[in-house]
């Protein structure tokens, strides 16, 4: 069996003189001493690097999808390095602006935005709604007749292609939650209602296909069903949302932010397409920049059948296995590079029995109870999908840069979990 893919730990990442992993100047296991476990580490300047590639690939207006990743230090450094910010909840907007991110630095999305997060967002100056049902246009339009200001609006659009992604993360099909769709003909019901009304100045379109895309042909398919009526419409933007996968085990690709952003334009100007092009990566800009550190509490052995090794988190922070089938890997922060000979499946300490964090992991054969067992590209989907369940607190989120750690959130404690009790 091989060692760990390097390829899939923070471009910070290094082995130190012991054999140990070092991230951002900082030693992993010192990590997991002082501030405990579960702990989701992340490479600072990897995110900050990203940010700025996305920005150099699609330009001003390029947006961070914040569900992937959110506290209020990343909403600083993603609008410091010059990304706006995609927000789909009052809770995050209010996460952003708390942050200190202008309104006029944010996009509403959301397929139920409420009266109260559309007034908010709206009196404050929201940079763009992405409209994406006909009961919101008569929300808009109600607020502004209150005496609200005219927000600037995108229209989203199901153009009806099916990306080869999990069920649960497809959106560009027909048959979505989101938007208005393209061969229903809501889409240019849409555009022309919002296009006569004075509560709403149209400026653009939007269309996301899905999550965890690996194939940049889905986006390139994607954009030659919406060109003509991009064109028809002869609005100023068109976003082409987000969706890049990323590797998580050994053996997958991605596509690079570079990459990507250059196979769009091409097919945006391919299929004449005369507008401002832009996207919303999340997982790209955060994924490979995080792990997650947990410590080793039991082996169990069960003889010809499997090898349990339970960690002191699970799927309260990290769902995506039990959600998805997502895959990752498993290595040992203690010596990077070892082979990894024995295959064991990693859990959590949750009542359930799917709470399995890698199903077959490969680790090394000296693992034992109390090592720190490390999970890389964890940065996306891990702390903001986090849950309480089995009123398990969640960890706490460590961001370091130049041998130095930075705590941006502190681990919750068995009191926090009391303070919105009523008794």
């Not at 979505?176 to 240019?188: I, N, R, V, W």
């Not at 194939?215 to 002869?234: T, W």
């Not at 952003?261 to 994924?287: F, M, N, Q, S, Y």
């Not at 989907?381 to 309480?388: A, F, K, Q, R």
Request: contains cysteine; hydrophobic residues 45%.
């Amino acid at each position: 069996m091989s060692a760990l893919p390097f390829s899939l730990l923070p471009d910070n990442a290094a082995i130190g003189d012991k054999g140990q992993l070092i991230i951002g100047g900082c030693d992993t296991l010192e990590l997991a001493e002082q501030f405990g476990t579960p702990l989701f580490v992340y490479d600072e300047e990897h995110l900050r690097a990203r940010c700025r590639e996305a920005v150099a690939a699609f330009g001003i207006g390029v947006n961070f999808a914040t569900k992937a990743f959110l506290c209020k230090a990343m909403a600083r450094l993603a609008a410091e390095e010059g990304c706006n910010l995609d927000v789909s909840t009052g809770g995050e907007y209010h996460v952003a602006r708390s942050a200190g991110v202008p309104a006029d630095r944010l996009v509403l999305h959301g397929n139920n935005k409420s009266t109260a997060e559309l007034r908010r967002a709206m009196s404050e100056g929201i940079g763009r709604i992405i409209i994406d049902s006909f009961d919101e246009i008569d929300r808009i339009e109600s607020l502004v007749s209150e005496g609200l200001p005219v927000p600037k609006a995108l229209i989203r659009v199901t153009p009806g292609v099916e990306a080869h992604t999990h069920e649960f993360v497809r959106t560009g099909q027909d048959d979505s939650k989101f938007g208005f769709g393209l061969a229903s003909g809501q889409a240019d019901e849409a555009v022309l209602r919002v296009s006569l009304s004075p509560a709403i100045d149209l400026v653009g379109l939007h269309a996301h296909i899905g999550s965890q895309v690996f194939d940049a042909e889905f986006f390139e398919m994607a954009i030659e069903v919406m060109a003509p009526f991009v064109q028809k419409h002869g609005l100023p933007e068109f976003s082409v949302g987000g969706g890049l996968g990323v590797a998580y085990v050994a053996g997958e690709e991605s596509a690079t932010i570079t990459e990507w952003g250059a196979v769009v334009k091409a097919a945006c100007a391919a299929a004449g397409i005369d507008a401002h092009v832009t996207a919303e990566p999340g997982r790209a800009l955060v994924a490979q920049a995080g792990i997650t550190l947990y410590s080793v509490g039991t082996i169990k052995d069960i003889p010809s059948i499997r090898t349990y090794v339970s960690v002191d988190g699970g799927m309260s922070d990290n769902p995506r296995p039990v959600l998805y089938g997502s895959g990752y890997e498993a290595f040992l922060p203690r010596e990077v590079g070892a082979d990894r000979d024995r295959v064991v499946t990693v859990v959590g300490k949750h009542c359930e029995s799917g709470d399995i964090l890698v199903r077959d992991a490969i680790v090394p054969s000296d693992l034992v109870v109390g090592d720190i067992l490390a999970t890389p590209v964890t940065g996306a989907y891990g702390h903001s999908m986090g849950s309480n369940y089995n009123k398990v607190t969640r960890p706490a989120v460590v961001f370091v840069a130049n041998g130095e750690a930075r705590l941006v959130v502190r681990r919750e404690t068995l009191d926090d979990l009391l303070l919105l009790e009523v008794d």
